[in-house]
């Protein structure tokens, strides 16, 4: 089957850089998704890796180990607006664009 | 990117009755999704909306209980039928456009209660 693990809460402070992490298992791998969700509001599309390796937009980046089954989003110079639910996927196996979500992490940060 | 709407945003509704959401992609799609989210939760995948033909219901969703209709491209509706309160939630659309490596876009969902 498959199965995703993220931790469900995280702290930070302002201006610091904090790390979520993500394990997943699952047959025939296509890609791993991380998306944003501000509470109250829609998941927004933050990244997609499907190699290994470091992908950097801007402030956020994520990282891809195929053969460990694992990715993480990186948030470097955090501010108040990325307090919010940050949600790892990976495409079903055999499905195509079907999503299977993590439970989110939920990332407060502090002044 | 795509951008989608849903309507209504939010509605409270008696159990036994049944309410229909609407989705509206602002450009063709060649997948569109309904997820639901529990309080507190992450998404779940109710369907995939099939265009012209009957949806794909995942584990634990029936036909009976969230019809779903595709009519065209860019146009999807789900109805919760007979409603009870365990079925209060946030109702989330999503399209997936092709080419796109797979990524979803979500509408802004439609909060539901029922009393």
């Known amino acids: 089957g498959q199965n995703i693990d993220q931790p469900t809460e995280m702290t930070a402070t302002e201006g610091a850089i904090v790390q979520i992490n993500c394990t997943y298992q699952t047959s025939g791998f296509n890609g791993l998704f991380w998306y944003q969700q501000h509470a109250g509001e829609a998941p927004t599309f933050l990244s997609y890796n499907v190699l290994d390796g470091l992908e950097e937009k801007g402030r956020f980046s994520s990282f891809l180990s195929r053969s460990k089954g694992y990715s993480y989003l990186l948030l470097k110079e955090l501010q108040m607006k990325d307090s919010a639910s940050y949600l790892c996927?990976?495409?079903?196996?055999?499905?195509?664009?079907?999503?299977?979500f993590g439970a989110g992490t939920r990332l407060a940060v502090h002044p | 990117s795509a951008v989608i709407s849903q309507k209504p945003s939010r509605d409270i509704c008696q159990r036994g009755t049944s309410l229909t959401i609407q989705c509206q992609v602002d450009?063709?799609?060649?997948?569109m999704f309904w997820y639901r989210q529990q309080p507190g939760q992450s998404l779940t995948l109710i369907a995939t909306?099939?265009?012209?033909?009957?949806?794909?219901?995942e584990s634990g969703f029936v036909i009976d209980k969230f019809p779903i209709s595709r009519p065209n491209l860019t146009f999807s509706t789900l109805t919760v039928s007979n409603m009870s309160p365990e079925d209060s939630s946030i109702y989330l659309c999503?399209?997936?456009?092709?080419?796109?490596?797979?990524?979803?876009?979500f509408g802004p969902g439609t909060r539901l209660l029922v009393l």
């Open positions: 999503s399209a997936g456009l092709a080419g796109d490596q797979g990524t979803q876009y």
């Open positions: 996927a990976v495409p079903f196996s055999g499905g195509y664009n079907k999503l299977i």
């Open positions: 909306a099939n265009q012209g033909s009957e949806a794909t219901y």
């Open positions: 450009s063709q799609v060649t997948m």
